[in-house]
């Protein structure tokens, strides 16, 4: 991963290892990859949400 590092505390990386093993992941920074991608995700699709009704409010749809 371009050589980045991150401090993970040592509890959580072990619990995080497991359940990327359990739950079919090839590695923990796969698994921490994917879950990094899915909550940046998440918050476009709430910024898109709010440009929605700011639209729709200017154009007298919602109040």
């Known amino acids: 991963m371009f ?3 991150i401090k993970i505390d040592k509890e959580l990386l ?12 090839s590695s923990v920074e796969e698994f921490i990859s994917h ?3 899915k ?3 998440r ?6 949400e ?4 700011k639209r729709l409010q200017g154009l007298g749809y919602l109040s």
Do not use: M, N, P
Not at 14 to 25: E, N, P
Not at 43 to 48: G, M, V
Not at 50 to 53: I, Q
């Open 35 to 37: 879950l990094i991608e």
């Open 43 to 48: 918050q476009d699709e709430s910024l898109s």
């Open 50 to 53: 709010d440009k929605v009704k």
């Open 14 to 25: 072990t619990r995080a290892t497991d359940y990327a093993a359990k739950s079919g992941y």
């Open 39 to 41: 909550e940046i995700s």
């Open 3 to 5: 050589g980045s590092k």
